[in-house]
Structures are given as C-alpha cells and as structure tokens.
C-alpha cells in the first residue's frame, strides 16, 4: 500500500505547484519540506523509516522493484524523500538502488544539495566513488550555489577519508561557494578527519581567503575542537 502510495498518489500535482516561486524559498531544504508535506513524500518518508528497521531484508525486497518508478517522480520534493528510502535499501537492495541513483540525479542540480541526496552520496563514496564522482563534477559546474557548496563539501569529504584530491583541488580553485562547502566540512571533520594533516592545511590556507565568507567557514573550527 505504502509504495502504491509513493508512486501513484496525486499529491504533489508537479512540484511547481508544491513550492512556492516567491524568491529566495526554493532552496534545497524547500524542496525537502515539500516532500514530506505531499502524499507521495510522506509515503516515501515512511517507508524509508521502515526499511530502516528491516533485519532481514523483506522490506526491501518488496520495495526493490519499485526503486526507479520512485526515483523518476515529477516532483523534486518527492525525490528527495525518494533519496532517504534509497540509502534505507543499501543493505539489503544494493544493486536496485545503484540502478535508481542516475534516475534519481537527472533533474534539477538543486536536488543534489538537500541533505538527503547528500546522506545517500555518503554511504556510496565506500563502494560506488565513480558513481558520486560523476555527480561532483556537476555540482561545482552548477549554476546553483548551494549545489557548488555542497559540491565542495563532497569533494572535501572524498579526499579526506578516501584519499581522492582531485575534485578537491578543483573546488580549492573555484569560486566562494564551492570554497566555503570545502572549508566548512574540513572544520567540522578536522578532530576526526581520516587525513587530519590535509584538513588543517586546507584550513590554514582559508584564513587567508580572500572572501569573508570563506573565512567565516574555516573559523567553524573552533566549534569542532
């Protein structure tokens, strides 16, 4: 029922008419908002919770063939709820849910900064790097700033926990967005970062930055310590 639901229901109508297109409010955490306030986001939201909690992998049998039906919603609101059951399948459904990223992603870049998407990215970057790679180098060419600072911040994370600096360097030499993402997320992984000594020397490097934007974001560091 719960996935009959995510696929079919009739709300969201398209997600022009789930967000509001006063400026400024269609940010990635609007689209997020949206989806849990519509049928088929909160069908999918549950549904993620209730994979969540499947030991034997049942649940996710049963909602594996519907994946890419899921993926391929009209509303980017849905979607993002879409990326939550996603990540809920990765261990029991791998394959259908590395089948239902590409659908998922092929659509408005804002999609790829909600927190969702980026959970999802996080838990592929062990097993699938080329997979979220292909999506970085999207992010910092986005004409979006909050993808370019998510972009960063998942190029940032690559590199420090799987050693991979070559989006990384990119996002060093990109505009304030794709900087602040890179030295907001060295901040806050600098106690714990994989490579701890690359963390500090991309900061250090930030609190000459010419932007006080970026400056603002490596300053972060003191929270983290």
Not at 14 to 31: E, L, Q, T, V
Not at 48 to 76: E, F, K, Y
Not at 128 to 143: C, F, I, K, N, T
Not at 200 to 212: C, I, Y
């Amino acid at each position: 029922l719960l996935v009959t639901l995510a696929v079919n229901a009739a709300d969201p109508a398209d997600d022009d008419s789930a967000i509001p297109k006063s400026s400024g409010y269609r940010s990635s955490g609007d689209f997020v908002m949206a989806g849990r306030n519509s049928a088929r986001g909160q069908a999918a939201n549950v549904l993620a919770r209730l994979i969540s909690m499947d030991a034997d992998g049942h649940r996710a049998a049963l909602v594996g063939p519907s994946l890419n039906a899921l993926a391929g919603d009209a509303s980017l609101g849905v979607r993002a709820m879409v990326a939550d059951v996603l990540t809920a399948c990765l261990m029991h459904a791998r394959p259908a849910v590395i089948a239902a990223v590409p659908p998922l992603l092929d659509t408005d870049d804002r999609l790829l900064a909600t927190s969702s998407v980026q959970n999802l990215r996080f838990y592929l970057v062990p097993t699938d790097l080329e997979l979220v790679l292909v999506g970085v180098d999207r992010m910092l060419a986005s004409r979006a700033e909050s993808v370019r600072e998510a972009g960063g911040a998942m190029a940032a994370y690559i590199a420090l926990e799987f050693g991979h600096a070559d989006r990384l360097n990119v996002a060093l030499r990109g505009d304030v967005p794709a900087r602040v993402g890179v030295a907001r997320l060295s901040a806050r992984r600098l106690p714990f970062a994989g490579d701890a000594a690359r963390a500090e020397s991309t900061l250090r490097g930030f609190f000459n930055d010419e932007s006080p934007e970026v400056r603002a974001a490596a300053a972060d560091v003191a929270l983290a310590l």
